[in-house]
């Protein structure tokens, strides 16, 4: 069975971003396991002379590495991300390069009724430059608007179309992680590429 | 003009910081720009709101404050520093620091691209409701390949890029200007008649409304007096000079500052001889304290300052009422005064009985007045009771 990785990407304690990927975790288990990873502890990405980065970060870049995939799930502010996601993944990009060629689908959800439709489009363009290179499942976008009221007191989905909708992303997923394996030709490569990429270098 | 500087970066070492500085050393006659830092802003959380902490107000009060804010940004992976990102997130949270504010981007990288990619996640961010600043469109700035852009005094050594910064900085004042115009035009509410939000020249530390401030803020900074000379635009005197040659004005002068603080009136005589009656330990005092505190008088008070700090016309004209019209006329015009690049600097106040001066000229030419039986006078001319102000047209702003 495919094991993924899925982000909160918001820090907020009742997030409904958590209660989605929450949802997901369970009404998925036959198809998958997958498991939650938090990004409150990590501090505020900040570069140095010796490239330091925390602990946290290294344990989450490593459970990556090893999984077959990760979900991420983000709010939207301000039109973008929450700047700790973004912090996240520049942790995760920063010397350390679990997202190489690893299938990352997006989802996300806002009070808002556009359900974090710009934020997503922001987090492909971030997730798709050189230190991060992940492969995103494309022309997919799963937006949970209205997202306060979104779910019944057993964290079930009201809307049952947009239930439907998620099952069916859910599967591709599933089948583009596959595919995925099969497209690993180049991914040594890859990996040795982004490792000797560096912004730094003239 | 002044605006206030945010390098997208808290690495200990950042050429958006190098590049933001140069801007602010180097065009410091066109502008002038403050360098905030935002270092030790703490991640946002909104479990955990720190919009009262003094980090988070102290960058807000800096932005409301300024005509402008130029953000430098770096590009990290894409879009914009999460540095950069979380201050946004605590200014568009329970404050909005940024509403109608102009901004202008520029950014600086290692490579060719030069952060344009996060320059354009940048405006989709500023422009997002609870940001809703307003950026200058167009006039990239990108500084690509910044490793060699400067040399070791911190200043850019390309002198066509140079020229570019300023031609984009000059668009970006001409800009904000207008902007700033425009989201002025109608909160007369707003002006600030306590002046407690004080201004460059504000004199810090004295209390205002002392009846002694005159002596202890001139204590304070050091003023001079006496035989001491002053340069002036076009004259020197002595301050002794240009007392004796203010106190005999044929008007009554009051200076009121851009912070709504009365500061100066030529003290023609004592207070009863004048048409606008004022004493010595006015002086200083802060507008609504030296009006009575009447709604009316509060309102009128407001939009006529407020018409011309947003430049809806530079004049505002209006006779004294309950005089005897048989013995005087006495007019109050309120000029706004401004700096050399149009900033809005205070009131130049000042009454005059323009009854003798029409008398004499009458006497001169041989004329006389007569009623006009068709004049629509308005009994209450005085414009107390009439708060909406009139516009003078032909000596509006337009020269701004
Ligand atoms: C995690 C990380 C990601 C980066 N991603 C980009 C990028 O996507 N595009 C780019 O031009 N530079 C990128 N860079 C290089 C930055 O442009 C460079 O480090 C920048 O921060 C220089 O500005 P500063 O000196 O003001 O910090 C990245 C650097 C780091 C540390
Ligand atoms: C600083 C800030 C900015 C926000 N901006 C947006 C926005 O641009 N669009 C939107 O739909 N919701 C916006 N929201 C509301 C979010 O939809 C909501 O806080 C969040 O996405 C819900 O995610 P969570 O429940 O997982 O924390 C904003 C919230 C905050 C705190």
């Known amino acids: 069975m495919n094991k993924f990785i899925a982000i909160v990407g918001s820090n907020s304690n009742k997030s409904t971003n958590r209660e989605l990927l929450k949802y997901m975790q369970r009404h998925f288990q036959p198809q998958a396991e997958i498991e939650l990873v938090e990004i409150a502890g990590l501090p505020i990405f900040k570069k140095s002379a010796d490239k330091y980065v925390p602990q ?13 995939g990760v979900i991420i799930a983000t709010p939207e502010y301000d039109h973008s991300i929450p700047a700790v996601l973004s912090s996240a993944l520049a942790w995760l990009s920063y010397g350390i390069h679990p997202f190489v060629d690893k299938p990352v689908m997006i989802t996300g959800a806002s009070y808002g009724s556009l359900g974090s439709s710009r934020a997503q489009a922001q987090l492909r363009q971030i997730l798709d430059s050189p230190e991060l290179k992940a492969r995103i499942m494309p022309s997919s976008e799963f937006l949970l608007g209205h997202s306060l009221q979104a779910f019944d007191d057993n964290g079930n989905l009201n809307d049952q179309d947009v239930a439907k909708e998620l099952d069916g992303l859910f ?12 497209l690993n030709n180049a991914n040594v490569v890859n990996k040795q590429k982004v490792e000797k990429f560096s912004w730094d270098k003239d | 003009m002044k605006l206030v500087g945010i390098a997208g970066s808290i690495a200990d070492q950042s050429y958006n910081r190098t590049l933001l500085n140069f801007i602010a050393k180097h065009f410091e006659g066109l502008v002038d720009v403050e360098v905030l830092d935002i270092n030790d802003v703490p991640m946002f959380n909104q479990d955990n709101d720190q919009t009262n902490s003094a980090v988070i107000q102290n960058l807000s009060k800096k932005i409301s404050t300024a005509d402008g804010v130029i953000i430098a940004t770096p590009e990290h992976n894409h879009t914009v520093p999460a540095a950069l990102k979380n201050v ?26 030069g952060s344009s990619r996060a320059q354009l996640h940048l405006r989709q961010i500023l422009e997002a409701p609870g940001v809703n600043a307003v950026v200058l469109p167009g006039n990239e700035f990108l500084l690509g390949k910044v490793k060699e852009a400067f040399d070791e005094n911190g200043d850019l050594k390309d ?25 002025k035009t109608e909160d007369y509410e707003e002006e600030d008649l306590s002046a407690k939000e004080g201004t460059d020249t504000t004199i810090q530390g004295v209390d205002m409304n002392a009846d002694d401030w005159l002596d202890q803020a001139a204590k304070k900074v050091h003023a001079v007096d006496g035989d001491t ?7 020197l005197l002595t301050v002794n000079q240009l007392d004796y040659f203010l106190k005999t004005m044929p008007v009554e002068l009051t200076y009121v500052d851009e912070n709504n603080q009365f500061i100066y009136y030529n003290k023609t005589g004592s207070a009863e001889d004048m048409l606008a009656k004022r004493v010595p330990s006015q002086v200083g005092d802060a507008l609504d304290k030296v009006h009575p505190k009447i709604s ?41 005064m401004h700096d050399e690049e149009g900033n809005y600097k205070g009131v130049n106040e000042w009454a005059v009985d323009i009854k003798p001066i029409v008398d004499q000229y009458l006497h001169e030419t ?21 708060p909406e102000v009139k516009v003078d047209v032909t000596s509006s702003a337009s020269k701004h």
């Open chain 2, 88 to 113: 946004i997130e605590w200014l568009s949270y329970e404050i909005h620091p940024f509403d109608g504010k102009p901004v202008m981007i520029v950014g600086a990288s290692y490579h060719t691209q």
């Open chain 2, 159 to 183: 002198q066509n890029t140079v020229n570019f910064l300023q031609t984009t900085l000059q668009n970006f004042i001409k800009f904000a200007q207008v902007i700033n115009l425009i989201s």
């Open chain 1, 171 to 182: 599967k591709d997923f599933l089948q583009f992680v596959n595919i995925s394996k099969q």
């Open chain 1, 56 to 68: 946290e970060a290294k344990e989450i870049a490593k459970k990556i590495e090893s999984s077959d």
């Open chain 2, 229 to 235: 000379y002053v340069k002036l635009d076009s004259g």
């Open chain 2, 366 to 386: 041989g004329q006389k007045l007569v009623k006009d039986p068709n004049a629509e006078i308005d009994a209450t001319s005085g414009a107390s009771e009439k």
């Open chain 2, 296 to 336: 009316r008088v509060i309102k009128h008070v407001k939009q006529v300052i407020n018409t011309l700090r947003t430049g809806k016309t530079d004049l505002v004209s209006m006779p004294v009422p309950g005089g005897d019209e048989s013995k005087s006329h006495v007019m109050h015009y309120y000029k706004a």
